[in-house]
């Protein structure tokens, strides 16, 4: 449950630097989240598309206008998602599948 120490250990510093060039403007993308108190900035697999965590609904709101309009400015659609990732871990949700 520590967001801090998660976002400290998405920090790649193998595949990143290889990757950031599919994603116009990245390392200012990152500083722009960041400034409003993003945790982390990534990229989702091998891109193009980024995430970022942040410590609470308010702050990920505020980040992810500043992401949408990043793209924005650079004439690049983009679509925006804001949600919560769940404290629980893995669970069972449909229990016909547990039967397998």
Known sequence: KDVYLIG???VDSVVE???KHFIPGFD???NKAMEVGAIAVN???AG???FAVSPDMET???VGEVLSKHFADMG???DLYVGTVSNEGC???NSSLSSR
């Open 8 to 10: 400290r250990a998405m």
């Open 17 to 19: 630097p290889h990757r």
């Open 28 to 30: 200012d993308l990152r």
């Open 43 to 45: 990229i989702s697999g």
């Open 48 to 50: 193009p598309s980024v």
């Open 60 to 62: 990920a709101s505020r």
């Open 76 to 78: 690049i659609g983009s």
């Open 91 to 93: 669970r069972v949700l």
